[in-house]
Each structure stands twice: as C-alpha cells, then as structure tokens.
C-alpha cells in the first residue's frame, strides 16, 4: 500500500481503508477484522500505526473487542460511518470546492452536469 501520496496521516488512511470496506458492503455487523499484525503485514507499516486506528476505531464504536478473539464490527458501524464521511465532505471538503469554483466562476450548475458524468461512469 502506497501511503506517500496521501498527506493524510497513515493511521487515518488505515481509518478510511477499513470504512470504505464497510460501506461497499465487505464487512459486516460482527464481522472480524484483521488483526494488527496482518493489517501491519498488508499495508507494510509498523504495528504501532494499525494500533493507532484501531483505538481510534474502538473509541468510535465502530469496531468492539472480544477479549483473546479479536476486533469486530459493531452493530450500526455502517450508518455511523456514513454520518461522519457526510460530515467531513460538508464541514472539511464542500467549503474548500466553493472557494475553488467561486476562484474559477464555475457555476454549481457546471459542477451538477460534471458529476452526473462522472456518477454514470462509475456505475
């Protein structure tokens, strides 16, 4: 996993990596998630880093802890995670695109036909 492209700290790509597994619907509620180790394995980083986000995650109870067994989805992880993704793109992303589009005078029209496009494609 190439994480240098990304000035994101690598425990918070680790972050979006397991919530972008949740939303496509590749884990589910109770699901197991690689341990540490694997995960330090699989993305070629130190443990201490995968530790990171997976206490960030435990204290986000979006993944709960059996003891000896492992890290498991919780019940309602994909709803939870879907409200802070929203929030991020409208608290942190949306304001720095209007600035963007209000420097370049692209209208939210443009920005709408642009997006279809881009929405048909993927689908």
């Known amino acids: ?49 995968v530790m990171r986000a997976i206490e960030r995650l435990l204290a986000s109870n979006i993944i709960y802890n059996r003891r000896g067994k492992g890290n498991y989805l919780c019940e309602g992880a994909r709803t939870q995670i879907q409200a802070m993704r929203c929030k ?14 209000q420097l370049l005078n692209i209208t939210p029209d443009e920005v709408a036909r642009h997006l279809d496009k881009l929405i048909q494609k993927q689908s």
């Open 88 to 101: 991020r793109l409208y608290e942190e992303s949306l304001p720095l695109l209007a600035s963007e589009l």
């Open 1 to 49: 996993m190439d994480f240098q492209q990304n000035t994101q700290p690598i425990f918070m790509q680790i972050i979006d990596l397991l919530c972008d597994k949740v939303l496509r619907g590749e884990l589910h509620t109770d699901d197991q998630i690689p341990s540490v180790r694997e995960m330090a394995v699989q993305y070629e980083v130190n443990p201490n880093t």
